[in-house]
């Protein structure tokens, strides 16, 4: 497959001044009518012209109201045009029924809809279809299904057709059209500079009740991003509508947002808190990318850190604004460590922003993402929160309407306050996560800090330069005080020394503080200090973090020696869990142990093969011990955690809801699933419901509860996913594969629905142990359902190959079971761009 390469970028040979599209539907014979203005682009070298345009039947194509003859390939159409502007006009046929790949046009129970990022126009009509070519769009839609969508503002309707007009100018992946018999659950907002602004949210009939939390949660995040980015909405309408087949979460179209259902759709009976937190920080996303991506948009898709990085950092402030701060950055930075770091550390490590592509849908990643939103959080913390304000500022005036590149972003933030970031803009451009290594010194009264960074070798980057780290860092005394409240050192050396003059006693350092730079902190520290850290550390993410390691630690003493659980930190654990004036969300955080792929990661980085069954049998023991520690403070710990109001899905509840549940995992541990049933019998919301059931699972008591849930819920999408992904994800590693090839076998199993096929398959990937077992069953029913969603659906297929990335960690006899399931995947007929790709990658 070809290559694409950043260095290669040449701007479009002409620019487009509008773009009217027709659209006749019918679900095997769409007729899609484009006239396009093209003009010359005085800025581009000569080239031919060129349309992209795949698996598209070309009826009719005029120039200047005279018909031509492309030629055509499988990539697009080329066609000698006139040397001034001209009128393009095509008439193509396509089958949104068809199509199973979910891009483009396609149809969801019956429902059409559009998916165009990152490159699906182009199986809709020929288009240059790349960011940088920006027009203003409108669009008439002829069916006479009820409702009919598109961007912008709506223009005429009558009976079996509406008409849509979108004022901005944007790049043909923000495109988009509904069709389907849905209904509306409307509101109204308010901008602050007094327009009136038409919401809804379109779902099919009967989901009408799951709104209401999505719909605040738009109003909440219009008025964020107004308060806090100055940024307003510029359309008379704002429309979300619910897919149940999506390959990914949500997609910010302009003025028609179109959502994964599971994304939008929301009710205490059938959602979960995490659902709900999720559904708020996806709305705010989508909705933020207005500005941040829409507005300002990318030049081509290497940029896409420019606006996915930038969202995500924006969605993570609102919702540390809109619930706990500090609970919010854990939560960010487990994430990271689990989703990142071990891409960043394998073989599909790529920088930020990656500098070649073969699919570019393979680059919608974790790297990209939250690492790119990482980079932004150290460029916040590096000029303040002052000059990122006015940086943000500057970025919106000069580059509203533009398609821009990291080196615009960085220069505004270079203009705005004098700084020079050619050394930041490494963490553009190299990948691989930074070992950093601090040693300290007290001498005469004088407390130092010697720090030496390196990134080891990634893919194609066998060299890395040091970069620059914002090392958010304080120190305390002897008796836990605070002696040297937070501050940042710039460390831009591959070896640098700091010092603390003026104190009285040495200290104990607090590093990192609030995670302010994506590094790995290799630091030899006692346990005692790791200990005094947690009792005493004012910076919570530290203070759970030093939680952490002394769990890791321990961890890895019991899978290499068979050490016992650590008794000393189990005791600083309890007088934390037991502190009341501690947020409940946090101290719920605080029980919970590491997963087992971080801890594989963890003993891999230590030089130690990992053994997944000695991991999952560690921490099974420990968690045993946890909650044997625990015993005498679970009746207290339980009162604190009951909700006596009606269920909200706020931070307050869902906080003491989430330390229930971890008072309910360690209370079944203890009676073998008494409470838990009794919880699931009277639980009246999903969140009680499904920590009920999960814990029923773990205990091997789950036969009834299962039924009954599937009795109660078998007529619900969303829910039954749960039912799917649960009882692989929660399972016994010895029966995981044998559950999620069972339930591939059952009626509601539609492996076509990118929900559905998740929660079965990604639940088997998930479930560490019964991913790894040791037959390779794990692997080769993955292996399998791959192979055959390949043909229908590579995008998600291509993303689910991740499960194997971190194969060379593994003993010999996994590594050789992976590599076998890789290669048969690799040698799969007709294996799609997207797959090819990311088994070539990872098997390199
Ligand atoms: N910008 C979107 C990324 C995206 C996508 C979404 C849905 C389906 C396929 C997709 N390909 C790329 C989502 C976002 O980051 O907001
Ligand atoms: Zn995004």
Redesign the pocket.
């Known amino acids: 497959a070809e290559t694409v390469y950043l260095k290669d970028y040449t701007p479009f040979g002409w620019q487009i001044a509008d773009v009217h599209l027709t659209f006749r539907l019918s679900p095997t014979a769409t007729r899609v009518l484009a006239r396009i203005h093209f003009a010359p682009n005085p800025g581009a070298p000569k080239q031919d012209f060129f349309l992209h345009g795949e698996e598209l039947r070309l009826i009719r194509a005029a120039i200047d109201g005279t018909e031509v003859t492309p030629e055509i390939t499988d990539k697009g159409l080329t066609c000698a045009v006139p040397d001034g502007p001209f009128l393009w006009e095509a008439e193509v046929e396509i089958a949104p029924e068809a199509n199973t790949a ?2 483009g046009l396609y149809m969801s129970n019956g429902m059409y809809c559009t ?1 165009c ?2 490159e699906g126009f182009r199986k809709i009509t020929y288009y240059p279809d790349r960011p940088d070519v920006m027009a203003i769009f409108t669009v008439r839609i002829e069916s006479d299904l009820p409702v009919l969508l598109s961007n912008g503002n709506p223009g005429d309707r009558g009976a079996g057709f509406a008409e849509w007009h979108d004022p901005w100018r944007k790049p043909a992946y923000l495109f988009a059209l509904v069709a389907g018999d849905l209904v509306a659950h409307p509101d109204r907002f308010r901008t602050r500079s007094g327009k009136d602004v038409d919401l809804n949210i379109w779902v099919r009939p009967g989901d009408e009740g799951k709104c209401a939390f999505g719909m605040e949660a738009l109003k909440k995040s219009m008025r964020w991003d107004e308060e806090e980015y100055g940024r307003e909405y510029d359309l008379d309408v704002f429309n979300i509508v619910a897919v149940d087949d ?7 179209n302009k003025g028609l947002n179109i959502f994964n259902s599971s994304c939008v759709l929301a009710s205490p009976e059938t959602s979960t808190d995490g659902n709900f937190e999720r559904i708020e920080a996806i709305i705010a ?2 909705y933020f ?1 207005n500005w941040t ?1 829409n507005r300002i948009t990318c030049r081509d898709w290497f940029q896409l850190c420019l ?2 990085g930038l ?1 995500v950092f924006r969605d993570q402030q609102f919702t540390a604004d809109m619930r706990s701060a500090p609970v919010k950055r854990i939560d960010d930075v487990i994430m990271l460590r689990a989703r990142q770091f071990p891409e960043d550390q394998g073989p599909l490590a790529h920088p930020v922003r990656p500098e070649s592509f073969q699919e570019i ?1 393979n680059f ?1 990643t974790a790297t990209v ?1 939250e690492k790119g939103a990482e980079v932004i959080g150290m460029l916040r913390t590096l000029v303040g929160a002052e000059a990122y304000a006015k940086a943000l500022d500057l970025y919106f005036d000069r580059h509203d309407g533009d398609a821009a590149t990291i080196e615009d972003w960085l220069r505004v933030f270079e203009e705005a306050t004098g700084r020079d970031l050619s050394q930041f803009k490494r963490w553009y451009s190299q990948a691989g996560t930074p070992r950093v290594q601090v040693d300290e010194d007290w001498t005469d009264g004088t407390y130092s800090l010697t720090v030496r960074q390196h990134t080891p070798p990634t893919p194609g980057q066998p060299d890395k330069a040091p970069q620059v780290i914002p090392l958010a860092v304080g120190l305390l005394g002897p008796n836990g005080d605070e002696v040297v409240p937070t501050r940042v050192l710039e460390v831009t050396e591959a070896e640098q020394r700091f010092e603390f003059t003026g104190l009285g006693a040495r200290p104990v350092p607090s590093l990192n503080r609030g995670f302010s730079a994506p590094i790995v902190l290799e630091r030899e520290t006692s346990r005692a200090e790791r200990a005094f850290l947690l009792a005493h550390d004012t910076d919570p993410f530290n203070r759970w973090d030093a939680s952490r390691e002394l769990a890791r630690d321990s961890l890895f003493e019991m899978i290499t020696k068979d050490a016992a659980p650590d008794g000393d930190w189990l005791d600083g654990l309890q007088r934390l869990v037991a502190d009341t004036t501690l947020d409940p969300a946090y101290r719920a955080l605080m029980l919970s142990g590491p997963s087992q792929s971080e801890l594989a990661q963890m003993l891999h980085t230590r030089g130690v093969t990992p053994d997944p069954d000695a991991i999952w049998s560690a921490a099974e023991r420990l968690a045993q011990a946890t909650a044997e520690r625990f015993a005498d403070m679970l009746p207290a710990l339980a009162r604190e955690a009951s909700v006596s109001a009606a269920y909200a899905p706020d931070a307050e509840q869902s906080g003491k809801r989430a330390l229930g549940s971890a008072v309910l995992s360690m209370q079944t541990r203890l009676d073998g699933g008494y409470a838990a049933e009794a919880q699931f019998a009277a639980a009246d919301n999903m969140t009680q419901q499904l920590s009920a059931l999960t814990q029923l699972i773990r205990a091997d008591r789950a036969k009834a509860a299962l039924a009954a849930f599937y009795e109660q819920w078998q007529g619900d999408r969303l829910v039954m996913d749960k039912w799917f992904g649960l009882q692989v994800g929660a399972a016994a590693p010895a029966r995981a594969a044998d559950i999620a090839a069972e339930l591939t076998g059952h009626d509601l199993f539609d492996w076509k629905n990118p929900n559905r096929f998740r929660a079965v398959l990604g639940g088997l990937a998930m479930n560490h142990a019964g991913f790894h077992r040791a037959d390779g069953a794990g692997y080769r029913l993955l292996a399998d359902w791959l192979i055959r969603l390949d043909d229908l659906n590579p ?1 998600t297929a291509a993303r689910m190959c991740s499960a194997f990335q971190t194969w060379t960690r593994y003993d010999a006899d996994r590594q050789d079971l992976m590599r076998a399931e890789l290669q048969r995947i690799a040698d799969k007929p007709n294996l799609s761009r997207d797959m090819g790709e990311m088994v070539g990658r990872i098997l390199s």
């Open positions: 979910l891009e998916q990022e990152a999506f390959n990914m979460g949500a997609m910010e996303h989508e990318h991506g606006k996915e969202t849908n919608y993402y995008q």
